[in-house]
């Protein structure tokens, strides 16, 4: 009978009996507890990193029914939770205030409170080293704190973005070191986060969820966790290959986005619109997908994530030859845009670069959001100066550049008022993110020269001779 039972359906029957058999002994195991927990909401849950994907986890676990703790090493952080102010757009303070007075959520610093954790989902950052290494000091140093307060029973979930093998490796053999084992004593799996800033069609809820784990008991733990917070699970066979399948969705993006921007150059050369192109070609109800061109990848994931893998791979001496090439390509558009600027300045108004004042549209790097990492606007203001010109931005997410790692030059730089006398005391406008609230109708009317690498005057039915698309 058993034989055609899946495993989930074994693992409820001994969930509900809070019990599993063990030969001639029936005993309660650290599995069949955590299931029966998890199962009637009973589990306390703990968020570590309440960012981009934390928050919004943390919450919607919280709405599901789940008691949470949100975890943050930033103290300013956990003092925006407790006063009830969300800086995450996907997160609004009323749902946060909802949530904190339900008593379902609270913030936390005091990472001993971890301890009290049945189920603890890792969220921290995984950026790039200088050398373009993955930097999983962040993993790591979460996985100490974890590993300090320890005990059986818990399940432990990495969401950070890495490559294969990260979860059974480098987490594993830090949490091992306790003595406790992952699969007997504590369980251990992987799930990528699949936010989508700005997004507001999905949200973390209803975008369908990967879940492995270590073992099958921690598959069977990790369905049953996010089985009660999301719409749709989606079981793979191991951490491995869950790690994968966030990689090959961000490389397939970086990849896809570096075709339509090296198209783009070709076509433009041609006197061909790539937008025009693309609109065309989306016409085509199967075997295409739109990709649109830009100044170059933003964001903390389609310009980092690939790259775990590429350094990984170098493990078993193979070349990720379509990662390298993307990164090429998606890297010198900035300076392809910024080469059209200056070609349309000279052609146009007779000016050279290195004597005109710009004005960037856009410092964020997609639209709708106040996020600048890797922003190709951080890059294209640096260019424009490197070039001799002078660059200023206007960006209603963006009050004032924040110190950044590698554009300390810039910081501390204010966002310009949107007025006509402004527009028209720069010599061009490079629209590099195309914000929704932006006035496209007072930057038409008021700046000599546009360059526009967001199509956004066409989209806006304002285009017209002095807007030249790159
Ligand atoms: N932002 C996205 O759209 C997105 C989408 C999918 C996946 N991811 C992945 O999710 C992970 C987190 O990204 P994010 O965008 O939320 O980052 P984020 O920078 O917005 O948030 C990370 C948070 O972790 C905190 N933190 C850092 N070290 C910590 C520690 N030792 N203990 C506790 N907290 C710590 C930081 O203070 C910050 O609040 C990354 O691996 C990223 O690649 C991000």
Same mark, same amino acid.
């Given at each position: 009978m058993q034989g055609h039972l899946t495993a989930i359906h074994i693992a409820a029957i001994y969930a509900q009996a809070g019990q599993k058999r063990l030969g001639n002994y029936v005993t309660n195991t650290p599995f069949t507890d955590l299931l029966n927990k998890i199962q009637t909401y009973q589990a306390r849950a703990g968020v570590i990193g309440l960012g981009y994907v934390g928050l919004p986890l943390a919450i919607t676990l919280a709405k599901s029914g789940f008691n949470v703790t949100g975890f943050d090493v930033d103290p300013a952080k956990i003092r925006a939770l407790d006063a009830g102010n969300s800086y995450i757009e996907a997160v609004s303070s009323d749902d946060l205030t909802r949530e904190s007075s339900s008593g379902r959520f609270h913030s936390s610093d005091d990472f001993s409170q971890l301890a009290f954790c049945d189920v603890i989902v890792i969220c921290v950052p995984t950026p790039l080293t200088k050398h373009r290494d993955p930097d999983l000091s962040y993993v790591e140093a979460t996985s100490r704190s974890i590993a300090a307060t320890l005990r059986s029973g818990q399940l432990i979930v990495l969401e950070s973005t890495t490559y294969p093998g990260t979860t059974d490796g480098i987490v594993k053999t830090i949490l091992e070191k306790t003595g406790l084992k992952s699969g007997r004593d504590f369980f251990l799996g992987f799930s990528p986060e699949r936010e989508d800033p700005g997004n507001r069609d999905f949200d973390t809820s209803s975008i369908p969820k990967i879940v492995a784990g270590d073992g099958v008991e921690a598959g069977e733990l990790m369905q049953g966790f996010y089985g009660q917070a999301v719409k749709t699970v989606v079981p793979v066979s191991s951490n491995a290959t869950a790690e994968?399948?966030?990689?090959?969705?961000?490389?397939?993006?970086?990849?896809?986005?570096?075709?339509?921007?090296?198209?783009?150059? !070709?076509?433009?050369?041609?006197?061909?619109?790539?937008?025009?192109?693309?609109?065309?070609?989306?016409?085509?109800?199967?075997?295409?997908? +739109?990709?649109?061109?830009?100044?170059?990848?933003?964001?903390?994931?389609? +310009?980092?994530? +690939?790259?775990?893998?590429?350094?990984?791979?170098?493990?078993?001496?193979? +070349?990720?030859?379509?990662? #390298?090439?993307?990164? #090429?390509?998606?890297?010198?558009?900035?300076?392809? !845009?910024?080469?059209?600027?200056? #070609?349309?300045?000279?052609?146009?108004?007779?000016?050279?670069?290195? @004597?005109? @004042?710009?004005?960037?549209?856009?410092?964020?790097?997609?639209?709708?959001?106040?996020?600048?990492? #890797?922003s190709p606007s951080l890059r294209l203001m640096e260019i424009i100066h490197e070039r001799g010109g002078a660059a200023d931005y206007h960006d209603p997410y963006v009050a004032e550049i924040p110190s950044t790692r590698e554009y300390m030059a810039l910081k501390g730089r204010k966002s310009v008022d949107l007025t006509k006398e402004t527009v028209e005391s720069y010599d061009a406008v490079l629209i590099s993110t195309d914000h929704d609230s932006v006035d496209y109708t007072l930057l038409a009317a008021s700046s000599p020269l546009i360059i526009d690498t967001r199509n956004i005057f066409t989209k806006r039915g304002l285009m017209a001779d002095h807007i030249v698309k790159s």
């Open positions: 994968a399948v966030k990689l090959t969705e961000n490389i397939f993006r970086a990849v896809n986005i570096a075709l339509v921007n090296e198209l783009k150059t !070709v076509y433009a050369a041609m006197g061909i619109d790539i937008w025009e192109v693309i609109e065309a070609a989306k016409t085509k109800p199967f075997g295409y997908m +739109p990709f649109y061109p830009g100044p170059g990848l933003g964001g903390h994931c389609i +310009p980092i994530d +690939p790259f775990y893998l590429t350094w990984k791979s170098r493990e078993y001496d193979l +070349p990720t030859r379509f990662i #390298e090439l993307a990164g #090429e390509i998606n890297s010198a558009m900035p300076r392809y !845009v910024v080469g059209k600027l200056a #070609e349309a300045l000279d052609i146009r108004s007779g000016k050279a670069l290195s @004597r005109s @004042r710009v004005l960037i549209i856009g410092l964020a790097y997609k639209k709708n959001v106040p996020d600048i990492r #890797e």
